[in-house]
Each structure stands twice: as C-alpha cells, then as structure tokens.
C-alpha cells in the first residue's frame, strides 16, 4: 500500500525558513519521481517543485526559484522540501506527490503558514 506521509510545517514569520518531508512506502521510492504541490486557501493546488529518481533532474514553479530547494534520501525513502525566504503568499497545505503506473498518490497534506 502506498502512502505517504508529510511532516515539518509549522507557523513562520515572513523570511523564515521550514523544512518539509515526505516519508514514502509501498513502492519503489529510489525509482519514482517525487514532487511537491501546494493549494492556497481557496486556490486550486499548484506544483511547487520536482525531482527525479538520480536527483539530478529537479524543476521549480517560477514563484519559488532561488528560494526553495527539493531533495531526496532513497536510503530513507524520504523527499524533503528545503523553503528560505519565505512569504505570506507561500502559505498553504503542502502536500508530497507521486505518480505510479498514472495513477497519482497524495499525502495528507502539511499546513505552512507565513505570517508575522
């Protein structure tokens, strides 16, 4: 059974800094491409960044570039979400992402909100 599961966010004040993980089982986590997505309130959910099973390849929406940063354990089967500079717009619930066989998995989502 797949699951993820993410822990880390928290209440920050403007230009702080959280990191985010996502603990993943049930699948072959050093193979599968894993990403973050983010819904705002009342927003629709939005890709946030991107990271491929070598953790050479990573993407970035354009809001976070220079600011965030996605990597990867596949010792841990753990994917984290490294978040600096951080702005009241950058709040929302945070959720780990993957995709196996077209099927797309979720976690349960972790509320980040910025605000001083």
């Known amino acids: 059974q797949v699951q993820l599961v993410e822990s880390g966010g928290g209440l920050v004040q403007p230009g702080g800094s959280l990191r985010l993980s996502c603990a993943a089982s049930g699948f072959t986590f050093s193979r599968s491409t894993m990403n973050w997505y983010r819904q705002p309130p009342g927003k629709e959910r939005e890709v946030v960044a991107g990271i491929a099973s070598g953790s050479i390849i990573t993407n970035y929406a354009d809001s976070v570039k220079g600011r965030f940063t996605i990597s990867r354990d596949n010792a841990k089967n753990t994917v984290y979400l490294q978040m600096n500079s951080l702005k009241p717009e950058d709040t929302a619930l945070y959720y780990c992402?993957?995709?196996?066989?077209?099927?797309?998995?979720w976690g349960q989502g972790t509320q980040v909100t910025i605000s001083s």
């Open positions: 992402n993957t995709f196996l066989g077209g099927v797309a998995y």
